[in-house]
């Protein structure tokens, strides 16, 4: 059935594992998902970008959702990802979408503030979740572009008045992510005490991990050896997102890791196989690209096969 992330995330976080967000924009990215949160038992977060509503139209995903759980039985929750404004979020709220994220952290204090509670009156009364964030991640992708001297991460105290003050379900955070694959020009670090203070201020909030792609040094090399171009992309270690899930991280956003495996398939199959044009001889194999990468992510990342 579709479900919110209420039940998921009460188990999250008071364990060590952490579900996956994991963004889809077409059939085959959400059939690789799905099957491999189906074999591996794991609570599953499938989430949609404007950019994906736009790319596929509303009704295209919504169809697309259903049929993975008919087709599978699975819980699944059907999330919107960094939602704008309130009429984004009230349009996937109407729409059946269990739950929905109002991104207000480029806006000042008071006024994430107002936006998040506009947002969280309407999706609680129609038994919607809601996310927000407090805190700047840096980064490009797609339109989320934010200036790296305007990154500023998530302070403690702040994050305590804003849950108190908004009722929101869960908080992203910003720890030292960011969007994309150039996630860092120097070693990838993120900010575990700042992670561990915020955990403690607000113990019973689910924290939720934007930016959280590895982007595996094998998918880069990959997609450099079959006509890519992508020299010196760079992720979060996946030992720090295992290490996070165990200090109040309950979410983790991927996105970027799924880009790679699918991309770098679609690009060796078309570089080995020149006189090919059936399209499905290369999105089967990107859809098990997707399968493979979201397994490993669930088996040995989040650790959540089975929860
Ligand atoms: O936090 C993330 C994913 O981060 P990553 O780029 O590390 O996969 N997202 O919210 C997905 C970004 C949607 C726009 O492309
Ligand atoms: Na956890
Ligand atoms: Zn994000």
Known sequence: ALVT????????????????????????????????????????????????RKYAKPAYLMKLVEAAILDTGLDICLHLDHGEDFEICKKCVDDGFTSVMIDGSKHPFEENIRLTKEVVEYAHAHGVVVEAELGKLAGVEDNIKVDQKAATYTDPEEAAEFVERTGVDSLAIAIGTSHGAYKFSGDPSLDFERLKKIHEMIPNTPLVLHGASTVLPEFVDKCNAYGGSIPGAKGVPEDMITEAAKHGICKVNIDTDLRLAMTAEVRKYLQENPSDFDPRKYLGPARDAIKAMVQHKIKNVLKASGQ
């Open 5 to 52: 992330t209420k039940e998921m995330f009460e188990k999250a976080l008071k364990s060590d594992f952490a579900v996956g967000a994991f963004n889809v924009n077409n059939m085959e990215i959400i059939q690789g998902i799905v099957e491999a949160a189906a074999e591996e038992k794991a609570p599953l977060i499938l989430q949609v970008s404007a950019g994906a």
